[in-house]
């Protein structure tokens, strides 16, 4: 599995200006690992409701967004550290993950998206000598 950045991931969306935010507060921190039989996916973003989070997969591409309900306040900040806005993320998948069996949960403010790996199509460590 591989990270592509998006253009919402590199912060060519939304008006900074307009919005009063800073880009790179608006993307959610992600950790991945691997297990015997998955890729687990950890996308940080508390302060979120489930419903408003689209995992989707076109082709090789799986992109996670979140975009925040209409209404939802802004309030005037003294500091602002962190922020609920949306966000865009793509990741490439290898021809080894099962997208049918894809599964997410959303829990104590970790999105969690598990990607099974199919049987036999584990990728094949292979040792690339140096010349």
């Known amino acids: 599995m591989y990270y592509n950045q998006s253009c919402a991931a590199k912060g060519n969306y939304g008006n900074s200006a307009r919005t009063g935010f800073i880009r790179s507060m608006q993307r959610a921190a992600v950790n991945i690992y691997k297990t015997d039989n998955s890729y687990e996916m950890l996308v940080f973003a508390p302060g979120r ?24 306040p802004r309030p005037d900040w003294i500091l602002r550290e962190y ?10 998948l290898n021809e080894s993950i099962d997208t049918a069996k894809i599964a997410a949960k959303y829990t104590d403010g970790v999105l969690q998206i598990s990607l099974p790996v199919m049987a036999g199509k584990e ?7 140096i010349n």
């Open 83 to 92: 922020s609920r806005g949306g966000f865009v993320r793509t990741f490439t």
């Open 49 to 72: 409701i489930k419903e408003h989070f689209h995992i989707d997969v076109k082709g090789n591409e799986l992109t996670v967004s979140y975009t925040p309900p209409d209404g939802f």
């Open 123 to 129: 990728n094949e460590k292979k040792e690339i000598v």
